[in-house]
C-alpha cells in the first residue's frame, strides 16, 4: 500500500519558519510531481507549490518569495520550507504526489501562526 506521510506542521509566531516534510512509503516505482496544497477553515484547498521530477517548481503567488518546495528523489520526499510565516498562512497542509500515475494525498498536517 503506497501511503504519504506528512511531518513537521505546528505552532509558531509571525515571521516564524517551519519545514513541512512529505515521504512516500510502500512499493513505489516512479514520483513524478509532487505537490503541497493547504486548505484553512470555511476556505477551499488551494495550491501552494509544485515541483517536478526535473526540478521545476510553481508557486501560489500568496507564497512566492517566502516558501520553496524541493524534493530528494533518493528518498522519495519533497519538503516545504516555510519562511516569515503569516497569520494567514494558517491551515491543514496536504502532500500531493502522482505516484505511478496515480495522484495520492497525505492525511495533513496542522500549521498555525499565531501570536
Known amino acids: 500500500q503506497v501511503q504519504l506521510v506528512e511531518s513537521g506542521g505546528g505552532s509558531v509566531q509571525p515571521g516564524g519558519s517551519l519545514r513541512l516534510s512529505c515521504a512516500a512509503s510502500?512499493?513505489?516505482?516512479?514520483?513524478?510531481?509532487m505537490a503541497w496544497y493547504r486548505q484553512a477553515p470555511g476556505k477551499q484547498r488551494e495550491l501552494v507549490a509544485a515541483?517536478?521530477?526535473?526540478?521545476?517548481?510553481n508557486y501560489a503567488d500568496s507564497v512566492k518569495g517566502r516558501f520553496t518546495i524541493s524534493r530528494d528523489n533518493a528518498k522519495n520526499t519533497v519538503y516545504l520550507q516555510m519562511n516569515s510565516l503569516k497569520p494567514e498562512d494558517t491551515a491543514v497542509y496536504y502532500c500531493?504526489?502522482?505516484?505511478?500515475?496515480?495522484?495520492?494525498w497525505g492525511q495533513g498536517t496542522q500549521v498555525t501562526v499565531s501570536s
Open positions: 500531493n504526489a502522482d505516484i505511478d500515475s496515480l495522484w495520492r
Open positions: 510502500g512499493r513505489v516505482s516512479s514520483i513524478y510531481t
Open positions: 515541483i517536478t521530477r526535473g526540478g521545476s517548481t
